[in-house]
């Protein structure tokens, strides 16, 4: 009886692992597209990249996009930078592999000249970080160019408002003719909503540019009110329908990055409302 019961003990627990590793190989319909759906840290700047960590693991997600400036938490000196020694270097990433959470990407920055911009890359190469995010001077465009080659890291020029040199796609199209494909956009869609663009109309216009995007859902603009703040996916005015449908025409692949900017200091259930939006309309939509 002792070995019967031990082979069905055995036989329990081969068949529950085989269903763990089933559950753990399928994936949603946006993750097989090859869209990855992070966080920009600095939704919770107003916290330690640690617990930014922790709030990523929290909700589920994967991937990180760090900004520069953040503490780093407990146990480690300084912010987070790209001018970090080694060791500092080490716990950053052990502490996000403990979470489960890789750092994919970082920005949103500007370097003064080519020797930040090189340290950048260096950085960036050593962290093992797949997207740069920022916003180039001009005259910088190509160097940047030749960095991303050399390093192999993609380069996502992001859209701050005006007078930001790249609050419009033409002028980035512009910007960027003759560059290699390492140098692409970081569509933030709530900026071009907040300068009177469309969304969809803008993803059009960057097709094949697209490395990533700063993806939210913004407020009706009020006469009186200086800011359209960011508020739970779907209850916006923004199109994220028509949005991601054109990504979903552009076969993009890449990396979407959770930044709500709103309910600082308890925004962890509203992102969870945005990602289960966002999973219900890739499932519709994919």
Not at 61 to 88: A, C, H, S
Not at 140 to 146: A, E, G, I, Q, T
Not at 175 to 186: D, F, H, Q, T
Request: with cysteine; net charge negative; hydrophobic share 40%.
């Amino acid at each position: 009886m002792a070995i019967k019961e031990l082979v069905v003990k055995c036989i329990l627990i081969v068949f529950s692992f085989a269903l763990s590793l089933n559950g753990a190989a399928q994936k949603s319909h946006f993750e097989k597209a090859g869209w990855k759906l992070g966080v920009q840290s600095y939704t919770f700047h107003k916290f330690t990249f640690q617990e930014a960590v922790d709030k990523a693991q929290q909700l589920g997600l994967k991937y990180i996009e760090v900004y520069y400036g953040q503490p780093l938490g407990e146990g480690m000196e300084g912010t987070m930078d790209f001018r970090m020694d080694k060791n500092t270097r080490k716990q950053v990433l052990k502490y996000a592999k403990s979470k489960k959470v890789k750092i994919v990407a970082s920005g949103v920055v500007i370097c003064k000249d080519e020797q930040e911009w090189e340290q950048l890359f260096r950085f960036a190469d050593a962290m093992g970080i797949e997207i740069i995010t920022c916003e180039p001077e001009y005259k910088h465009l190509k160097y940047v160019d030749s960095l991303a080659n050399k390093y192999k890291i993609d380069v996502a020029i992001h859209n701050h408002p005006k007078p930001s040199n790249y609050w419009n796609p033409d002028m980035f199209l512009e910007a960027v003719e003759g560059l290699s494909a390492r140098i692409g956009a970081c569509a933030d869609v709530g900026h071009w909503e907040r300068m009177g663009l469309d969304a969809v109309e803008c993803l059009k216009k960057l097709d094949g540019r697209v490395k990533a995007l700063h993806f939210k859902d913004i407020k009706e603009k009020v006469e009186g009110e200086a800011e359209q703040h960011d508020v739970i996916w779907g209850t916006g005015i923004l199109d994220i329908n028509g949005m991601l449908t054109e990504l979903k025409r552009q076969n993009f692949e890449g990396l979407f990055s959770i930044e709500y900017e709103h309910n600082w200091y308890n925004s962890v259930p509203d992102i969870e409302k945005n990602i289960s939006y966002f999973t219900d309309m890739t499932n519709k939509i994919l």
